[in-house]
């Protein structure tokens, strides 16, 4: 049988032990903020019914969801002349889920009768894109998404972004969190006499940092928006400042514009907020009128984070939406959430921490020198670990060279020895992998050692 080729798919990855330990420091950082704002965790089903996801994300989004084939085995009645789509909705029923929010909102209109509103949840799992790999952009990636829907309060805004800057200062990490509104950007398609193309344009501006102002201009040509228009959108696109200058200049280009009122308004008072509370060094706020964020279940304020530190694209986003859930028949329902971008996040953490020492989750390691040996050890192992330290044992009395080693390689910081010598004095030998001193304990002592790292 000839040898299989083995590998995985484009867009996902393995990742090792060190890898694993610094990903789940970066979860638990999160997790620990959620429930230190009061959000609750829930889980969705890796799958949802095409039906449930299509129609939610706009055209671009729609086309990235991964279709799952029916189970079964039969041959549904297909012509090929048909167009893909069609096809596709003849074999598949069910989707991989594109985003967290989505289901979320499916979610809430399910248990509607099981759940307090305001409901404040958090979810933390992979979802999927069927997107073009490239540096910072996966087909599978994990969303830590937090969210609070049943209110319309703008101190839920300001919630998520004292949020954003706790996640950010434990990691250590300095952003700038971008925030716009779409009402603002309805204001503005309404301004230059476009306000049936407000997808088309959103759409294309949210493409401006990846694609520069001449191919966003193109697009809106393409998209039947004429050049006296655009010529309009220009400065705004390209307005500069400091958040209250922008703001200032927008309420004269807007003036008698009502939506777009409504949205400096909402802007104002989430930054009144965030002037009184202060946030850390690690994290400042910019009013970015180009953001976009191109789903089109956004109604309000929008938000994306980027790192000052590694240029990789957006960590973070997300946004207020009025009526999601109206799709599934709960109206007046409005929300707002955040999604942590952990694929990234982890990548820029792992290049600034690159000199750091991940820590082992065990302490003590002990060395096997054969079965008398093992017994003694075993004892001490055992307490060890129900007194919550992390220990283990070589399974096989190797040569020590090779057992040394082993716990080198996992950084672990203190082995231990037992032989006869030590059994006869009820001690054990050990030896500070990182000081390269060595010292004789009692169990007692080893355990207070183990404690203390």
Not at 249 to 266: A, D, F, N, R, V
Not at 360 to 375: A, D, L, M, Q
Request: include cysteine.
């Amino acid at each position: 049988m000839a040898k299989q080729t083995i590998g995985i798919p484009r867009g996902t990855r393995d990742f090792l032990p060190n890898e694993m330990i610094g990903r789940n420091f970066i979860f638990n950082i999160i997790r620990s903020t959620f429930e230190q704002f009061g959000y609750l965790p829930i889980e969705t089903p890796s799958m949802e019914n095409l039906s449930t996801l299509m129609g939610k994300y706009g055209e671009e989004g729609d086309r990235l969801v991964f279709k799952v084939l029916n189970s079964g085995d039969f041959t549904p009645d297909i012509d090929l002349n048909e167009s893909p789509t069609k096809i596709a909705s003849r074999i598949c029923e069910k989707g991989l889920r594109y985003d967290l929010t989505v289901p979320f909102a499916r979610f809430v209109v399910q248990h509607q009768n099981e759940l307090t509103f305001p409901f404040k949840r958090y979810q933390m799992q992979p979802v999927w894109r069927a997107d073009r790999p490239q540096k910072g952009r996966y087909r599978e990636f994990y969303q830590c998404d937090a969210d609070i829907i049943g209110s319309n309060s703008l101190l839920n805004e300001v919630e998520l972004i004292h949020m954003i800057d706790t996640v950010f200062q434990k990691l250590n990490m300095e952003v700038c969190v971008l925030f716009n509104n779409r009402k603002i950007l309805s204001g503005i398609a309404q301004y230059i006499g476009y306000e049936d193309k407000i997808v088309d344009i959103t759409v294309a501006i949210d493409k401006m940092e990846k694609i520069g102002l001449v191919k966003v201009c193109e697009e809106l040509q393409e998209k039947g928006i004429e050049m006296s228009a655009i010529e309009k959108l220009k400065p705004i696109l390209l307005l500069e400042g400091d958040n209250h200058t922008k703001i200032n200049t927008l309420k004269e280009i807007l003036k008698g514009i009502p939506e777009g009122e409504k949205g400096i308004e909402e802007c104002i008072s989430i930054l009144s907020y965030i002037e009184d509370e202060h946030l850390t060094p690690h994290c400042e706020v910019n009013l970015d009128l180009t953001l976009a964020r191109g789903l089109n279940y956004y109604t309000g304020s929008i938000f994306e984070v980027k790192s000052k530190q590694i240029p990789i694209g957006s960590i973070t986003g997300g946004g207020r939406y009025d009526n999601l859930t109206g799709i599934f028949g709960l109206d007046n329902m409005s929300g707002v959430g955040i999604s942590f971008g952990v694929e990234r996040i982890f990548d820029i953490w792992r290049e600034l921490n690159q000199n750091q020492t991940i820590q082992s989750p065990v302490t003590i390691f002990f060395v096997n020198f054969g079965v008398k040996e093992e017994r003694y050890c075993l004892q001490a192992l055992n307490l060890l670990r129900k007194n919550g330290i992390g220990a283990e044992i070589y399974p096989e009395a190797v040569k020590l060279q090779k057992q040394i080693k082993y716990a080198d390689s996992k950084q672990i910081p203190f082995v231990v020895l037992a032989g006869e010598d030590e059994m006869t004095q009820q001690k054990f030998t050990v030896k500070d992998m990182k000081a390269h001193t060595q010292m004789s304990v009692s169990l007692d002592e080893l355990l207070n050692l183990g404690k203390i790292k």
